[in-house]
């Protein structure tokens, strides 16, 4: 039976017995920060066994996209060493809330194992947790299985916990013997060992408690149930695999593989123990790890994220790069990009967003694909080189913060490492390696907005579902209020603790019954403003949503603020307005760029504030000057029609069928909010806009830039800024034009005047100049900081760690060179950039270092030895200087000269 079988019969059945069928959600999270990823079916259901969110079922079934890459859940250095362990895979998983409890789960389970699918009963094994002996005797009264046959084990494998918090419970899993053809050790090959014998194909989790940050354990409203089975580990059941890298679900990406790269495949039933792998061992690993992480670049880039240096952004982009890594090391041939579009191929009927995205997905992987390859050859030079060094100096041990670095920076495999250096007779320090991984993982855990919550981000959960249950969700009358004067203060907390009373000077969140506050979400920003009871006020510095619960960050400027008191809310109205304006002319900005791009642009970020906006969207180049202009002119244009701004609510369903756009990525419940600005745009929102586009006056691009590879960045201006800025720009434009002599006359604008032959020379010379100018911008622009970064050289100076970025660029612009020196230096933080631009006579030189090392490594001296090679001269501070030079046939004495200053 294939995947997509047991997949199917598997929803069927459940919805055989009044299971409701449930799309899986996204593997990005919604509104839950203790998640990198979603890596479990109950996830979208968390709310739901809280008691916090109602549904209009209480049996439910799924097959759920997981990843365990990042986080507590991370299996990403086992991937093809081993026969079961995945970066992606999909949950099947039945769940009750509060409807069937133990003795319906177990039922349900072993009747679809052993009669709907009729795997044999004398190969399978149950465990439970040592002290529930209730499931123990329903497995053996109701189910007939032996008592042999049933084990009892502890916290460790029979107690199921999603995270650091949430719901949790015992739990009861289903074994599969593989049987004795498994290779290993047979004191490990035995229920409860270590060996791979017997494989758990099914877990049943009996919820029963809500466990907070601190370890305590509650009761949940009622008991529920929460299933999960790989498809992976069934699919290689039934189709008499031992290993779930030969079940179908795997087995056509890797021919897809093996028939680009002339590669074998040889099925094994061994393990990877020994250090050193075989060639056929080294090969098979290979072809493992592409298959799998080809699957995950899949799903992950079509549920929204987008390969970066740091978040969910960068675990993309680790899987990507070592998939690719391996992949290089079968053939020379790009692989990735094509075993990704076998994935697409396979799975988009069940999972139709991969298709919907799949130009987006192919564009991203291959721009990695290419980008990486670059850097991979650096890698392997860098190593080379260390080796060498090592060897001169007698040592016979590669540094662990070496092998760190390369694993990091470069997506060398660890393994890898230890098999090039034990090629040249050395071992690897793997403690050091280990602890600087583990500052890594700490790390990654502050860099996303998410995070393994802290104490007081975990409380605030705690605190919000609490608020839940004493007074449900907050009532939002935000949109078409900015002030209400019967709210009443609910729940109160000082960010720690839960308290009753905030006084002057102090700072808290507070809950209230209901609000005119817009809580942050959807990349508006919070609302700010005032709260006032009888007994003082309160600034409201921000607002945002937890569980459906609004919480008001304030901080207390007069008198005192106490639960159960009466309360006045009022929004600060410029503020709301303004943000209103530049939401709405988001909308119109992002239905533009699809007009003018194409309908590749996705949005992959956003930020709406009272100041500007900014959008992030996907398209793989800088946007010319002419499509900018277009994109300004068509939004404004919508602004001009002065069209009215409506909105419904709907299912989304019905909302995308009628025309409406959605974000890819983004979970969306059962009803939806849909914005619609006449014929220029409608998308799904739940932010606040303007009543009509008219009242947004103006719009105006301020800047477009690159975020990462395949992603742009646009931000923008609107309302009073918009024409402040716009008439700031015509009074000099008028003030250039007195003081260079031209005196036109406004008749010339009329379409059909002549213009003076004086004057239209001059102008002419003049928009040269602009162009002139415009295109060094441009040319800025284009340069790939990334692209500089990954040729970086790495270098140690005085137990300091720096990375040596050398820039030859067809720049004249002094201004560009400098910007583009700042943003090189904010990215590598530590080192120094050596920048030579290109112009008519002169070329201007730049030299940046960073403040660590500006002591020891002064920019002004190191831009003397530039300059010198290349016959001109220049000076500056310790951390910047800048000179000119006349021969640029003398770059490469100039870059040698650089590389020996810092000791490269």
Request: charged share 25%; hydrophobic share 35%; glycine share 8%.
């Amino acid at each position: 039976m294939n995947s997509n079988d047991l997949r199917n019969n598997f929803i069927k059945y459940f919805e055989k017995n009044s299971h409701q069928p449930v799309t899986s959600s996204s593997l990005v999270p919604s509104n839950d920060p203790t998640l990198l990823f979603n890596n479990a079916g109950m996830n979208q259901f968390k709310n739901t066994f809280l008691g916090i969110e109602q549904r209009d079922y209480n049996r439910a079934v799924s097959s759920q996209k997981c990843v365990r890459a990042g986080g507590k859940h991370n299996d990403l250095e086992n991937v093809g060493q081993t026969a079961r362990h995945h970066t992606f895979f999909e949950m099947l998983g039945n769940f009750s809330f509060g409807d069937y409890f133990k003795k319906e789960a177990i039922h349900f389970a072993w009747e679809f194992l052993t009669k709907e699918l009729q795997i044999d009963k004398n190969r399978l094994y149950v465990s439970v947790f040592d002290n529930d002996d209730e499931a123990a005797d329903i497995w053996h009264k109701q189910e007939s299985i032996p008592r042999d046959r049933i084990y009892q084990f502890g916290e460790k494998d029979n107690f199921w916990r999603m995270g650091d918090t949430g719901p949790c419970g015992p739990c009861s899993e289903i074994f599969y013997d593989l049987g004795p053809e498994v290779s290993g050790n047979p004191k490990d090959n035995v229920m409860g060992g270590e060996g791979d014998r017997y494989m758990e194909i099914w877990n049943l989790v009996f919820m029963q408690f809500n466990e907070t940050e601190n370890g305590q354990q509650s009761p949940l409203p009622k008991p529920s149930v929460d299933t999960g089975m790989g498809l992976e580990r069934l699919s290689a059941v039934m189709q008499g695999e031992i290993s779930n890298y030969h079940s179908d679900l795997f087995m056509d990406l890797i021919e897809k593989a093996c028939s680009i790269s002339n590669s074998k495949y040889q099925k094994s039933t061994k393990g990877l123990k020994g250090k050193v792998l075989t060639e056929v061992e080294t090969s098979n690993m290979a072809l493992r790890v592409l298959a799998d992480h080809a699957r995950a670049a899949a799903f992950l880039i079509g549920d929204g994220v987008l390969p970066s240096n740091d978040g969910r952004g960068y675990v993309l982009r680790r899987i990507m790069r070592r998939g690719i890594r391996y992949g290089r090391q079968l053939s020379e041939k790009s692989l990735l990009p094509a075993v990704v579009e076998s994935v697409i191929g396979k799975m988009s009927d069940f999972y139709p967003e991969l298709s919907t995205q799949k130009n987006l997905i192919i564009k991203t992987v291959s721009d990695e694909e290419q980008r990486f390859l670059q850097t991979l050859d650096q890698g392997t030079n860098i190593l080379d080189d260390s080796l060498r060094k090592l060897k001169e100096q007698g040592q016979s041990t590669v540094d662990g913060a070496l092998v760190f670095k390369l694993y990091d920076t470069y997506g060398f495999p660890v393994d890898l490492t230890q098999v090039m250096a034990r090629e040249q007779g050395f071992e690897v320090d793997e403690a050091g390696f280990e602890s600087h991984m583990e500052e890594a993982r700490n790390k990654a855990k502050a860099s996303w907005k998410g995070k393994t919550i802290s104490g007081d981000a975990a409380h605030l959960v705690t605190f919000s579902q609490e608020a839940f249950k004493k007074q449900g969700a907050t009532e939002f009358t935000g949109y078409t209020t900015t002030s209400t004067n019967d709210a009443t203060l609910v729940d109160m907390s000082n960010g720690s603790k839960r308290i009753t009373r905030l006084s002057r000077g102090d700072t808290g969140i507070i809950v209230t019954n209901k609000t005119c506050f817009y809580a942050e979400g959807g990349g508006q920003v919070g609302d700010s403003g005032v709260i006032t009871t009888s007994r003082g006020s309160a600034r409201v510095i921000d607002c945002t949503r937890q569980n459906d619960v609004f919480l008001h960050h304030v901080e207390v400027t007069d008198g005192s603020i106490q639960t159960e008191d009466s309360c006045q809310l009022k929004v600060t109205n410029l503020a709301r307005r303004n943000t209103a304006n530049n939401h709405s002319a988001t909308h119109l900005m992002h239905a533009a760029l699809r007009q003018v791009l194409g309908d590749h642009v996705q949005q992959a970020g956003s930020l709406v504030d009272p100041e500007r906006l900014r959008f992030d969207f996907t398209h793989n180049k800088p946007l010319s000057t002419i499509e900018i202009q277009d994109i300004e002119t068509r939004v404004n244009q919508a602004i001009g029609r002065a069209t009215e701004v409506t909105s419904k609510v709907t299912s989304p369903e019905k909302a995308i069928k009628e025309g409406a756009l959605a974000l890819f990525g983004e979970k969306y419940g059962d009803q939806v909010r849909v914005i619609k600005m006449g014929d220029d745009s409608m998308e799904l929102c739940g932010g606040t806009h303007v009543p009509n586009t008219s009242v947004i006056r103006a719009f105006k691009v301020v800047s477009e830039s690159g975020v990462s590879s395949g992603v742009r960045r646009i931000e923008a201006i609107t309302g009073d800024r918009a024409i402040n800025y716009l008439m700031k720009n015509t009074r000099e434009n008028l003030t250039a034009r007195t003081e260079s002599g031209i005196n036109e006359p406004w008749s010339q604008y009329i379409e059909g005047q002549q213009q003076s032959v004086d004057v239209h020379i001059q102008n002419l010379k003049t928009h040269i100049r602009n162009l002139q100018k415009e295109v060094q911008s441009l040319k800025g622009g284009q340069i790939s900081v990334e692209s500089l970064i990954g040729n970086a050289k790495s270098f140690s100076h005085n137990g300091s760690e720096g990375r040596l970025v050398l820039g030859d660029l067809p720049i004249d612009d002094r201004k560009v060179l400098s910007d583009l020196s700042d943003k090189l230096r904010d990215k590598i933080q530590s080192g120094v950039i050596v920048l030579i631009g290109q112009g008519d006579k002169n070329h201007p030189l730049l030299v940046t270092v960073s403040k660590d090392l500006s002591k020891d490594l002064p920019a002004g001296k190191l831009l003397k030895e530039v300059a010198e090679a290349l016959g001109g001269k220049g000076g500056g501070r310790p951390d910047f200087a800048q000179g000119a030079a006349p021969d640029r046939s003398q770059i490469a004495k100039a870059f040698e000269k650089a590389t020996r200053f810092v000791g490269v």
